[in-house]
C-alpha cells in the first residue's frame, strides 16, 4: 500500500484481511503471518487490466500465500474481502487487487527448519 495510513487504519485492514481469511477458507485464528510494506506515493502502478475503471492512491495490494483452496472458497475470500474492507476500512472495491498464490504442505515451515505438515506436527486440513 502507499504511505500514509496511520496505524490504527492498518490495523484495521489487517485484521479485516484476518477474518475474511478465517471465513471463507475456515484456517485457525492463529493461522496469522502478516507483513504490510507501504510505498512512496507514485511507487506503485496498478492499472485495471483493460477492464475500463481507474484506480486511486489508496489502492491496497492482497496477496496471500495458501495451501490449495477450492475456487468456491476463493471467490468467497475475494467478494467478502471487497465487501468488509469497503464496510471497516472504507476502501472503494475498484482500490483493491488480490492475488492467491498456491504451495503445498512441503512449501512452509513455521520454524526450527522443520516442516510441521510433514512432520505430522500441524494437522492437515481439508484445504477447502
Known amino acids: 500500500m502507499t504511505e500514509g495510513r496511520s496505524d490504527k487504519e492498518i490495523k484495521n485492514i489487517m485484521d479485516t484481511v484476518q ?4 471465513e471463507a477458507f475456515s484456517v485457525p485464528i492463529r493461522d ?7 510505498h512512496k506515493p507514485g511507487r506503485m502502478i496498478l492499472l485495471d487490466t483493460g477492464l475500463g475503471f481507474e484506480r ?34 472504507n476502501l472503494d472495491p475498484k482500490d483493491l487487487l488480490i492475488s492467491v498464490m498456491t504451495n503445498t504442505d512441503v ?4 520454524g526450527f527448519g522443520e516442516t510441521q505438515y510433514l512432520s505430522g506436527e500441524l494437522p492437515k486440513d481439508d484445504k477447502s
Open 19 to 22: 477474518d475474511c481469511s478465517v
Open 56 to 89: 486511486s492512491e489508496e489502492a491496497i495490494v492482497i496477496q496471500v500465500f495458501t495451501s490449495p483452496r477450492a475456487t468456491i472458497n476463493k471467490n468467497k475470500f475475494y467478494k467478502l474481502l471487497s465487501k468488509k474492507l469497503q464496510e471497516n476500512c
Open 107 to 110: 512449501d512452509w515451515s513455521f
Open 32 to 38: 496469522r503471518y502478516q507483513i504490510v510494506t507501504e
